[in-house]
């Protein structure tokens, strides 16, 4: 199971920076991202959290993705979209969600197009009919952040989210 996890990190570390830079037009251009993926420890009797640096991971684990965006240029970048995939074979964590700049989050569920929260689903009732229900984390396979203001020159915005890893 491990060395599945570890393709999933590198696949999910390359569509976090491919949609930062696809943020601009140019790959080259002035958006530098980067992206971590690290195993959350907590100590049982304190609760304190250490952040551990993740190479595999275990059913159960829980793992922070922690992304820089540097803007490089000279001017503000304005419309900025930020991707975080959810790996298959993980869940998202509500716990842990920050972003360093006022900005919409808006999730992505199979089926259905982006929206905010709280999320809903569409499902199929036994008689066949439709029906709109609220969506829980384990149906999120993306989140994105809007940013609904400029990156400044030189300034690097930072998003944290969490997942666990399934049983």
């Known amino acids: 199971m491990k060395h599945w996890i570890r393709s999933a990190f590198l696949t999910a570390s390359l569509a976090f920076w491919i949609s930062g830079a696809a943020a601009q037009d140019d790959p080259e251009g002035p958006l530098v991202a980067e992206l971590s993926v690290e195993r959350v420890e907590v100590d049982e009797e304190s609760k304190e959290e250490t952040l551990i640096a993740a190479e595999a991971a275990s059913p159960g684990d829980l793992l922070q993705y922690t992304g820089r965006y540097t803007n490089t240029?000279?001017?503000?970048?304005?419309?900025?979209?930020?991707?975080?995939?959810?790996?298959?074979?993980?869940?998202?964590?509500?716990?842990?969600?920050?972003?360093?700049?006022?900005?919409?989050?808006?999730?992505?569920?199979?089926?259905?197009?982006?929206?905010?929260?709280?999320?809903?689903?569409?499902?199929?009732?036994?008689?066949?009919?439709?029906?709109?229900?609220?969506?829980?984390?384990?149906?999120?396979?993306?989140?994105?952040?809007?940013?609904?203001?400029?990156?400044?020159?030189?300034?690097?915005?930072?998003?944290?989210?969490?997942?666990?890893?399934e049983q």
């Open 73 to 165: 240029s000279e001017e503000p970048l304005a419309g900025l979209v930020i991707n975080g995939p959810i790996p298959a074979n993980t869940i998202f964590e509500e716990g842990g969600l920050s972003v360093s700049q006022e900005a919409d989050l808006e999730v992505l569920i199979e089926g259905e197009a982006w929206q905010g929260l709280p999320a809903s689903k569409t499902v199929t009732m036994q008689d066949g009919s439709k029906k709109r229900v609220p969506a829980t984390p384990a149906d999120y396979r993306q989140i994105r952040w809007r940013l609904t203001d400029v990156l400044a020159p030189e300034a690097t915005l930072v998003t944290v989210y969490r997942v666990r890893v």
